[in-house]
């Protein structure tokens, strides 16, 4: 029986050429839309989640520290960070934006590379451009004598040395500057720091990992939603109240759309991916066994959660009005539409509440960091848990429905 | 095949269902009667174990439908609505509905066979649902609640929104259908229809049974000799005349003095043309005897409601 349904609307999708439009065509270009248009995209008025790591022994290290973290729109992601290996993992696992490694004295030589350096993920590479700038701005205000310095070595090379007594009333200024204002000393180059993005080295931009994700669930849910509409249509066209009065009962029915429904969502998961595959070099098929677990459970979740508003609402048209509102709000908080270290922190935390921001996390952890199968458990548990909580109150629903109609 | 006994149901504090019995037997074929409201539909779902009854019991082939999925395959629902698949064929639709009903995939094939022949549907078998007229979905939507040969046929308002051409072919399948000792129970608006096709027809007010026997025994039961009659004069009567004719019990039509309707004795209606002979002259006497309509005026004080 639950074959049968699984049939039938599959008849019914591919015979709709509407639906297979909005099912297979659209989500591909929509990708494409989105990769080539936010892939690159900025903003400055963003709140950050840093993880800092001071190896300097210096006050002035400290104080750039805690001068950073004083800033609006900057947090401390990590209190403490022992070495290197973790502020790198920090930023890879998403728990920090960009980090910060102050590696020696503020202008000193740190033997292999500057004293400072901000690191970030490469898909997030707004992330480091931003803090990048923070680190400027602190540093010309909590140490003017450095940016004095530099100024002036500007000044002498562009319009000539200047005079003793010009040079004596300078180094006078220098010293009483770093005396009220830092410890540092003085050093032309004191301003300058390294960034890097990490990210394996791949050529690949990893916006498209993550726009991919993005887009895969949002039109995933975008789908199911409207594919789960047909328990709708079917209650008011009297099917329902036909095939209730059959020997399966409701429940087949809503169980051979949910089959049908999560088939349908791993076609077009499929056929994203493999764009991107195409188009942008994404390295899926090297990666395709955590992908495709990835892809049953994204799958399995649009599906049911898709049934289960289906099985809430009353018409058609509530239920249509209730799927757009519900995909968009789960797209736009989820990090379906913009990443989500562009959003405050609250709507941050507020996104792992619905299963776009694990998809995505989960596909992104697949593909980009080139995360393991057990560093991918618990988002697949959490979409696990949230396919099974949705399929038991969608059959539970529906069955109520069909019995109290 | 059906057995409601003592069957009672209330949506909060309204009673729709109050004490209800109800027998039908296979090959009769049931006309349930009731306004909106009288609690048709519910009484259905009871029947299709979709509601539990507050008390009574209802019973399916001896079993109870909302535990027994034997119950449940002997009920076949014919829907008020269009319950198809429109982006399925006819043939696709047929063989869906007969797996979901549990027909086995070896026998499906010859069900369906079977039900697009009954029901005359071959000449349409590969169309799509949805691209078919009305009378032909109205008559596939029966086929699909057939095809697993279910014991017992319920049917909502089967016949409305279609014409007349196609509503006598559904009359003539459903009086096939009963032929083969299918239990029907049917409930309709069409009241001339259910008049020829129901063994029995039961009414139902206030949740409760009111008449329940064959429409010939409850018409006699209910006007005995009376007729509904309709005169038409050549003059209208006069004055005198006229009052003669509210007291045997006829009206005028739309203020058309020389059309006069009603029920009356028929042996009154027959001497009609010779006691107006000499005043207003009768140019003809319709008599017909009283149908369901009559019976419905009868019991529930209005006209019969109009499917939609």
Not at chain 1, 43 to 72: F, P, Q, W, Y
Not at chain 1, 107 to 122: Q, R, Y
Not at chain 1, 330 to 336: K, P, T, V
């Amino acid at each position: 029986m639950i074959g049968t349904v699984f049939r039938v609307m599959l008849l019914s999708l591919v015979r709709d050429r509407g639906a297979l439009l909005l099912a297979f065509v659209l989500p591909p270009l929509m990708f494409l839309v989105f990769a080539e248009v936010f892939s690159g995209a900025g903003d400055e008025d963003l709140t950050l989640r840093i993880a800092v790591l001071d190896e300097s022994s210096d006050l002035a290290g400290i104080r750039l520290g805690e001068a950073l973290l004083a800033l609006d729109g900057i947090e401390a992601s990590e209190r403490s960070v022992a070495n290197r290996a973790e502020l790198e993992a920090a930023v890879r696992d998403g728990r920090a934006d960009a980090a910060l490694w102050i590696r020696g004295r503020p202008g000193s030589d740190a033997g292999d590379g500057p004293w400072l350096e901000v690191l970030g993920d490469g898909s997030r590479a707004l992330a480091v451009a931003v803090l990048s700038g923070r680190v400027q701005g602190v540093l010309q205000r909590e140490f003017p004598d450095l940016a004095l310095a530099r100024a002036s070595d500007l000044v002498e090379s562009v319009l000539g040395p200047y005079s003793p007594a010009q040079r004596a009333a300078l180094e006078q200024r220098l010293q009483r500057l770093s005396s009220e204002a830092s410890v540092v000393e003085r050093a032309p180059a004191a301003l300058d720091f390294d960034q890097r993005l990490l990210g394996g080295g791949r050529a690949m931009d990893p916006g498209v990992s993550y726009y991919a994700a993005a887009v895969a669930i949002l039109f995933l849910m975008f789908a199911a939603m409207q594919g789960a509409i047909s328990l709708v249509d079917e209650r008011s066209s009297g099917i329902v109240d036909r095939l209730a009065a059959g020997p399966g009962g409701i429940v087949v029915v809503v169980l051979g759309k949910g089959l049908f429904l999560t088939a349908q969502g791993l076609v077009q998961a499929g056929l994203i991916f493999a764009v991107a595959w195409v188009v942008y070099g994404l390295a899926w098929p090297t990666r395709f066994v955590p992908w495709s677990i990835t892809a049953l459970l994204a799958a399995a979740v649009a599906a049911w959660m898709g049934l289960l508003l289906a099985a809430l609402c009353q018409s058609r048209q509530q239920a249509q009005t209730a799927s757009a509102f519900v995909v968009l709000i789960l797209a736009a908080i989820g990090g379906s539409m913009v990443p989500r270290f562009l959003m405050p922190i609250w709507l941050r935390d507020l996104g792992w509440l619905t299963p776009n921001a694990w998809v995505i996390e989960a596909w992104h952890g697949t593909l980009w960091r080139q995360q393991s199968l057990t560093e991918l458990l618990p988002a697949w548990a959490v979409l696990a848990g949230f396919t099974l909580a949705a399929m038991v109150l969608a059959l539970w629903l529906s069955n109520r429905n069909s019995l109290s109609k | 095949m059906l057995a409601i006994r003592n069957c009672g149901f209330s949506y909060r504090s309204t009673v729709v269902l109050d004490r209800l019995d109800l027998d039908l037997q296979g090959g009769e074929v049931l006309a349930l009667l009731g306004p909106n409201g009288a609690g048709k539909s519910t009484l259905i779902r009871c029947v299709c174990g979709r509601l539990a009854p507050d008390r009574g019991d209802v019973r399916v082939v001896g079993q109870d439908p909302r535990r027994s999925p034997v119950a449940r395959a002997a009920i076949g629902l014919v829907p008020q609505q269009i319950a198809l698949y429109p982006f399925l064929t006819v043939r696709e639709n047929l063989t869906a509905f007969a797996a979901l009903a549990g027909v086995a995939r070896s026998a499906r094939s010859g069900a369906v066979a079977r039900t697009l022949e009954g029901c005359e549907l071959e000449t349409v078998a590969t169309r799509r649902a949805g691209a078919l007229s009305g009378g032909w979905q109205r008559r596939l939507n029966i086929a699909c609640a057939i095809v697993h040969q279910p014991r017992m046929l319920l049917l909502d308002e089967p016949t409305v929104g279609i014409d007349p051409p196609a509503r006598a072919q559904i009359e003539a399948l459903l009086q096939r259908l009963a032929l083969t000792g299918i239990a029907i129970l049917i409930t309709s608006h069409e009241l001339d229809q259910l008049e020829r096709l129901a063994d029995r027809a039961a009414f139902l007010r206030e949740g409760r049974i009111v008449a329940d026997d064959t429409p010939t025994v409850l018409l006699d039961r209910a006007f005995g000799a009376q007729r509904q009659c309709r005169v038409v004069f050549r003059v209208a009567p006069q004055a005198q005349q006229q009052l003669r004719l509210r007291v045997l019990g006829l009206q005028a039509e739309r203020d058309d003095l020389r059309c006069w309707a009603g029920l009356i004795e028929c042996a009154a209606a027959e001497a009609l043309p010779a006691e107006f002979a000499g005043c207003g002259e009768v140019e003809r006497v319709q008599l017909q005897r009283p149908g369901l309509s009559a019976l419905w005026r009868m019991i529930y004080g209005t006209e019969p409601e109009r499917a939609a």
